[in-house]
């Protein structure tokens, strides 16, 4: 069974560019989840989509945006790109988290440079 | 929300020690889970244990749910298991996970 895929693996961008970062969650999950890393710093929680659905949104601010399609994969789009948004961007996935409790599952990450 | 710590922040070990890793947790959970990130970055799953004790070769960890901290022990560590370990915790729905901070573990041939 295939685990959770991310595109691209590397994305660099100038300040002020768009990026568009893609998540395909394991078959069979329904939420997906997507985290930020910077450098050295641990995972903060930046959206989590479920059966198409926004559910929860991190302390961010509105230029970070996603959605998810029918089939479950995620695009997270980062407008007005700073210099500070560069970072490893995780995407996992998980059965359902309406309920709680549920086991998630994580893709390699994405990497962003901003320059 | 839910917070999470962990402890020690940095651990340095021979090859072939013993070590614990411990989570501690501020409200009830639903969801406990420790996770290995590897210098790629790729974050590994370890055990999903919201309670109970759990086993995985060298690895094992224990979740004492009513006193609110789970452990993680390695033993008879090898280079191969440097990186950072993560706990992260979760209880309830329409709330993501949590993470802790991590433990940078570093073993040493």
């Known amino acids: 069974e295939a685990g959770v895929t991310q595109s691209p693996t590397h994305l660099i961008k100038t300040r002020g560019q768009q990026a568009t970062l893609r998540c395909s969650p394991i078959s069979g999950h329904t939420s997906v989840y997507w985290y930020q890393q910077a450098l050295g710093l641990g995972l903060q929680f930046l959206l989590w989509?479920?059966?198409?659905?926004?559910?929860n949104r991190g302390n961010f601010p509105p230029r970070f945006s996603g959605r998810q399609f029918p089939n479950y994969s995620s695009e997270l789009n980062v407008n007005a790109l700073e210099l500070e948004d560069s970072a490893l961007y995780l995407c996992?996935?998980?059965?359902?988290?309406?309920?709680?409790?549920?086991?998630?599952?994580f893709g390699p990450g994405t990497r962003l440079t901003v320059l | 929300g839910i917070q999470v710590e962990q402890s020690p922040p940095d651990l340095i070990l021979q090859e072939g020690a013993n070590s614990t890793l411990r989570c501690n947790f501020s409200?009830?959970?639903?969801?406990l889970q420790w996770f290995h990130q590897n210098p790629w970055g790729q974050l590994i799953n370890l055990f999903y244990i919201p309670s109970g004790t759990k086993q995985n070769g060298r690895l094992s960890a224990t979740t004492v749910a009513t006193e609110r901290y789970s452990l993680l022990y390695i033993s008879s560590s090898q280079t191969t298991d440097s990186g950072v370990y993560f706990c992260a915790a979760g209880n309830s729905g329409n709330t993501p996970l949590v993470f802790g901070k991590g433990t940078r573990l570093s073993v040493i041939a």
């Open positions: 409200d009830s959970v639903n969801n």
């Open positions: 996992a996935s998980s059965r359902t988290g309406l309920v709680g409790g549920d086991e998630q599952f």
């Open positions: 989509y479920d059966e198409g659905e926004e559910r």
